[in-house]
């Protein structure tokens, strides 16, 4: 079971941190990652990160802003985002893929996904 947690609205400009929480049946050593999906769009691929959070992948569009963490003592991963835009609203994703040690890019690798939490960024 994933839980994110973080989400809210905010001004342009401004910075939130999300957090990703793992159920103790989690498996710490998945490769997990963030994806966000906006009204009308399909779900898209923010960030991501290894099994022991030494290989990030972060998307081109967020690269300078974002950045994704894990703690592996709590079961927690993180998405940290400054510089927040208004296109960055969307509802975000966490999620787990148990079949490898390194983040992939597709949705459809990835079996276990949390509810997703709401980020809404004002102009």
């Known amino acids: 079971q994933l839980i994110e947690s973080g989400g809210g609205l905010v001004q342009a400009g401004n910075s939130l941190n999300l957090s990703c929480a793992a159920s103790e049946r989690a498996n710490y050593t998945d490769a997990m990652a963030w994806f966000r999906q906006g009204p009308g769009n399909e779900r898209k691929f923010v960030a991501g990160?290894?099994?022991?959070?030494?290989?990030?992948r972060v998307a081109e569009s967020v690269k300078d802003r974002f950045d994704i963490s894990r703690d592996r003592a709590k079961n927690t991963m993180y998405l940290q985002m400054n510089a927040l835009k208004p296109e960055d609203t969307a509802l975000y994703y966490c999620?787990?893929?148990?079949?490898?040690?390194?983040?992939?890019?597709?949705?459809?690798?990835?079996?276990?996904w949390g509810q997703g939490t709401q980020v809404t960024v004002s102009p």
């Open positions: 990160i290894a099994f022991n959070g030494l290989l990030k």
């Open positions: 999620a787990a893929d148990p079949k490898r040690l390194y983040a992939s890019t597709d949705p459809q690798n990835y079996d276990h």
